[in-house]
């Protein structure tokens, strides 16, 4: 970082996830191929003959997830719990004229008066929720979204096979207008992996605002997840190494479920 940098301006307390992070959230994600998301639930629906029309993006940030279904032809509907990452989805949105609807709403208290019969959930957003109890909340609310017989991806990630150590590690990520620096650690004890984000986000005058968000993923046993998909009125289909077709085995650090509600 430049000199010039270190005379950050005011500091900010510990903020919630996704907000400083928000305004690069897109700059640091710009390799992701969402279109590939799009062709690989395609992909996973095709077996089952499933032809959604109305499609809902759960945990959509800034809707780059959610655009390309709208794009599609499929009616969309985004939910996320960061206002800034939302203004973000919508400001694109209207910028592709796409119509869109998106809603500020927590996972665990879902409550929409549409129905789907599809709904989708990628980039970990279950592993913020970090118990059983909140992750039955999740699905119980997604199944009261679906329509009888529709269809729930979501994938989950692996903190446990992700990360084998429980020494720090710290990575430093900088591009023109900011700078990021990522701290982590996984707690065996609780099979979470704990990240602090800090951004330094450039201002006039050569002046940079620090934000710091904290982060914590829950690592999910596969076990687990079948188990609370049962109890919340879904069943569990498939569950398969994240963009492939082929059935899961152990040790893969990243999984993509298909459930459904009967």
């Known amino acids: 970082m430049s000199t010039r940098a270190n005379r950050a301006g005011p500091e900010r307390e510990i903020a919630a996830p996704y907000s400083g992070y928000a305004a690069i959230y897109d700059r640091i994600m710009v390799g992701v191929d969402y279109e590939g998301w799009v062709d690989y639930v395609e992909a996973l629906l095709q077996p089952y003959g499933c032809k959604p029309t109305a ?60 129905r789907f019969d599809l709904a989708v ?81 450039s201002e006039t005058g050569g002046l940079y605002r620090k934000y710091r968000e904290q982060h914590r993923e829950k690592d999910h046993l596969p076990e687990t997840v079948e188990k609370l998909l049962a109890e919340a009125g879904l069943t569990l289909l498939g569950v398969h190494p994240t963009y492939r077709l082929d059935p899961a085995r152990d040790g893969e650090a990243k999984l993509t479920f298909v459930a459904r509600r009967g």
């Not at 960061?82 to 400001?91: F, I, K, V, Y």
């Not at 729930?152 to 900088?174: G, K, M």
Request: hydrophobic share 45%; proline share 4%; net charge negative.
């Open 55 to 114: 499609v809902l993006d759960l945990a959509c940030g800034t809707g780059s997830s959610t655009l390309p279904f709208a794009a599609r032809g499929y009616r969309v509907s985004g939910i996320d719990l960061s206002g800034p990452m939302l203004e973000l989805a919508q400001a694109k949105a209207a910028a592709a004229a796409l119509p869109v609807e998106f809603h500020r709403m927590d996972l665990r208290a879902l409550e929409l008066t549409q």
């Open 121 to 201: 959930l990628f980039q970990d957003g279950l592993n913020y929720l970090l118990t059983d109890e909140e992750l039955l909340q999740a699905f119980t609310g997604v199944r009261d979204l679906l329509l009888p017989g529709g269809f729930f991806i979501f994938d989950l990630t692996r903190p446990s096979l992700r990360n084998s150590s429980e020494q720090p590690s710290v990575y430093w990520y900088e591009e023109e207008g900011f700078t990021l620096v990522w701290e982590s650690r996984y707690h065996r004890e609780t099979a979470t992996w704990a990240l602090f984000l800090t951004v330094f986000i």
